[in-house]
């Protein structure tokens, strides 16, 4: 299994950049897809941004242009960095690792983090 821990999140003023990491320790296959997802109050989780271990990369719509996702493959960590924060931003992030033995299977470990708070005041 893989082990996340996120750091990063915290209060911010609308318009303001915050950099969220995560660490995965564990085991790491090479095949693997890494990546961030929020949840806000009474909402359902959704997708923010991932990055394969081939460095394709994905965005949602909303967060296009002002979200950078990266990874270290070295340090095993991913990083998010949020520019132009909104308030409609504000949720708690999760960091998930998705491994695979093969392209296109179905994950083998499929993990999250205990998530961090990022809240975006107007």
């Known amino acids: 299994q893989v082990q996340l821990v996120e750091s990063g999140g915290g209060l911010v003023q609308a318009g303001g950049s915050l950099r969220l990491s995560c660490a995965a320790s564990?085991?790491?296959?090479?095949?693997?897809?890494m990546g961030w997802y929020r949840q806000a109050p009474g909402k359902q989780r959704e997708l923010v941004a991932t990055?394969?271990?081939?460095?394709?990369?994905t965005y949602s719509d909303s967060v296009k242009g002002r979200f950078t996702i990266s990874r270290d493959n070295a340090k095993r960590t991913v990083y998010l960095q949020m520019n132009n924060l909104k308030p409609e931003d504000t949720a708690v992030y999760y960091c998930?690792?998705?491994?695979?033995?093969?392209?296109?299977?179905?994950?083998?470990?499929?993990?999250w983090g205990q998530g961090t708070q990022v809240t975006v005041s107007s």
């Open positions: 998930n690792h998705k491994a695979f033995t093969s392209v296109g299977s179905s994950p083998r470990y499929d993990s």
């Open positions: 564990g085991i790491i296959l090479s095949i693997n897809i």
């Open positions: 990055i394969t271990s081939g460095s394709r990369i």
